[in-house]
């Protein structure tokens, strides 16, 4: 039976001691872990290569956020919080490289013991870790959040940490997660990056409210002035505990952070013109292309920088909500998928910056696209015989090519053929329903003008063929409710993805996930396929397993339609203040904000 630990179960547990043999504990005694293979840097590393460990400290970063916000914490279900306490306020017991696949070394942790099995992970906490308010981190902090996050935080949190078996505090800086009876591998990993909230100073029984109460964390900054829904402040401590941290040399080197709101996105843009934020990650092609030619640019107080991206694409599309019986038919997915004019959108909208989407983990080695499956990925799919389409399998899919014309004539028959086999005949203009004489029609949920742009292009093509898609825009705050309670036709909405996909996969894919509200299965994905190819990504011991488990779960996705797929950039797009600097080499994640200083004056 899981024993779990609370405020004061921790407190009982920290008086049983829990023996490790001293030879298993030496042998299983970590600097630090990695995903898949040995962690890159040594014991003695001094900092994380990338960075600038001599950069001067001080001056001010102003960001900005489009939207609102009523909380400040993201870990649970309810309100809008933006990144700003996980970011620069709360920490974990270990810390991320930007420039391994996943990679972790030490933080409020100074070392773990772990097993070749994985079978537990042992935390040993940093005497020196401190709260902002001066108090110890202790094993019970970590012990509190873990429970917090498993009984009220998101359904990634919940469904990950209800792997572990029982939780217990072997000392008071000393804590034992016992994973024996998952085959989760990263697990290990996603205990090592939890956030750790100061237990005397968390209300257990309010935790999944929304809260604009400032969290006491261990981190380099503490919230100062938070304006609802305008504004949040932070400034950087000057008693951190981890200053000279190997893992945090180089970085938090501003002395204030701002990040500043705005509802409308040309209002924000207009705002960095003017100098009112300092650094912007431009997702608009046509703003990229036509938009920089200002004053601040011409004289140099703005830069703008293209930098290569490493890491995979993700997946952009318009996602079906296979809930609705509408979207129900793969062979209707498939059509209006087929009815997608990106050529002509490219074109016309974009300027031709944009590369098109065909995979789940697109411009990285996991894609199968192009690629033929490989013997270990046919074992995977083998219990499966239907879950992958041939010319998926084959690696010769790729998502439909049109004439560029806008009206491709032969894009359309296609798409009408398969909607006829799916039960749709077109007559009159209108596609209706052989059975029912009901039109073919559904609502398209946007949350801004950029999006809006897109889906009326989208909606003037499926017109064309007899489909009604009525283009909705909303507010951030019903958007959000709408996607959590999943009630929605179609959205457009973009995956993000690591060089080490894992567990995410389970909150986006599972069959679980689709029933969860608040998951990121937005699709309703249903497929034994997709459980069993998760559950083997995360089983995999080494990289090449790990490869072929990626590709056979992305040939399942591509084969389920569960998206109109779109596009990426080619590169991250940046604009910032002149007076910014940042690290010469880019790492494999790219360049966040905690990357930078200011110039000296």
Do not use: C
């Amino acid at each position: 039976m899981r024993r779990l630990t609370g405020i004061v179960a921790a407190a009982l547990a920290a008086t049983f001691m829990f023996v490790v043999p001293v030879a298993a504990a030496d042998a299983d005694r970590r600097h630090a872990i990695a995903m898949h293979g040995d962690p890159a840097l040594p014991p003695d590393f001094q900092y994380f290569p990338y960075l600038n460990p001599d950069a001067p400290r001080g001056g001010r970063l102003t960001l900005a956020l489009h939207g609102t916000f009523d909380s400040l914490n993201p870990f649970v279900v309810r309100g809008v919080a933006p990144d700003a306490a996980p970011k620069f306020v709360l920490e974990s017991l270990l810390a991320r490289s930007l420039d391994e696949a996943f990679s972790l070394y030490p933080l409020l942790a100074q070392s773990v013991i772990m097993p070749d099995d994985r079978s537990f992970i042992t935390f040993e906490i940093n005497p020196k870790a401190r709260f902002s308010d001066g108090v110890p981190v202790t094993a019970e902090d970590v012990a509190f959040s873990f429970e917090m996050l498993l009984t009220k935080g998101k359904p990634f949190h919940r469904s990950n940490f209800a792997q572990v078996s029982a939780v217990e505090t072997l000392g008071p800086r000393t804590i034992r997660f016992d994973l024996s009876g998952s085959q989760d591998r990263e697990l290990p990993l996603l205990i090592g990056m939890m956030p750790i909230f100061a237990a005397h100073a968390t209300d257990p029984e309010r935790f999944e409210e929304t809260s604009l109460n400032p969290p006491v964390g261990s981190g380099p900054y503490v919230f100062t002035e938070v304006r609802p829904g305008e504004s949040l402040t932070l400034r950087r401590r000057t008693d951190y505990w981890g200053e000279n941290l190997p893992t945090r040399r180089g970085l938090f080197n501003f002395d204030v952070v701002r990040y500043e709101f705005f509802r409308d996105a040309n209002t924000m843009f207009e705002a960095f013109k003017t100098g009112a934020y300092d650094l912007r990650i431009e997702g608009d092609p046509t703003r990229w292309a036509t938009g920089y030619d200002f004053p601040a640019i011409n004289a140099g107080r703005i830069v703008r920088e293209e930098i290569p991206i490493s890491t995979p694409r993700g997946m952009n599309g318009f996602v079906f909500n296979t809930r609705r019986e509408l979207f129900s038919d793969i062979r209707v997915r498939e059509a209006l998928s087929i009815a997608f004019d990106f050529e002509w959108a490219n074109r016309n909208l974009f300027f031709d910056l944009l590369a098109r989407t065909s995979s789940y983990f697109a411009g990285s080695e996991l894609a199968s696209v192009g690629v033929e499956a490989g013997e270990e990925e046919l074992r995977l799919l083998a219990p499966f015989p239907d879950a992958v389409r041939a010319d998926i399998l084959a690696g010769e899919w790729r998502p439909a090519v049109s004439d560029g014309s806008g009206r491709d004539r032969a894009l359309a028959r296609r798409a009408i053929s398969l909607l006829d086999d799916a039960g749709w005949t077109l007559a009159g203009g209108a596609l209706r329903s052989k059975a029912t004489g009901e039109p073919f029609s559904f609502e398209l949920l946007v949350v801004s003008r950029q999006q809006e742009r897109l889906a009326l292009n989208f909606a003037q093509t499926l017109r064309r063929i007899g489909v009604e898609a009525r283009v909705r825009l909303v507010d951030d705050v019903q958007f959000w409710r709408r996607l959590a309670s999943f009630d929605f036709d179609m959205i457009q909405w973009t995956w993000p993805v690591s060089a080490s996909p894992g567990n995410e996969q389970r909150n986006r894919w599972s069959s679980l996930a689709a029933e969860r509200e608040g998951s990121l299965n937005y699709s309703g994905a249903r497929e034994p396929a997709i459980d069993a190819l998760i559950d083997a990504l995360l089983a995999a011991t080494d990289r090449e397993d790990f490869v072929s488990a990626a590709r056979a779960l992305d040939r399942v996705l591509l084969s389920g339609f569960y998206v109109v797929p779109l596009y990426h950039q080619p590169a991250l797009w940046i604009a910032h203040d002149a007076g910014l600097r940042r690290p010469e080499r880019v790492p494999m994640m790219g360049l966040p904000p905690e990357l930078w200083w200011r110039e000296s004056s």
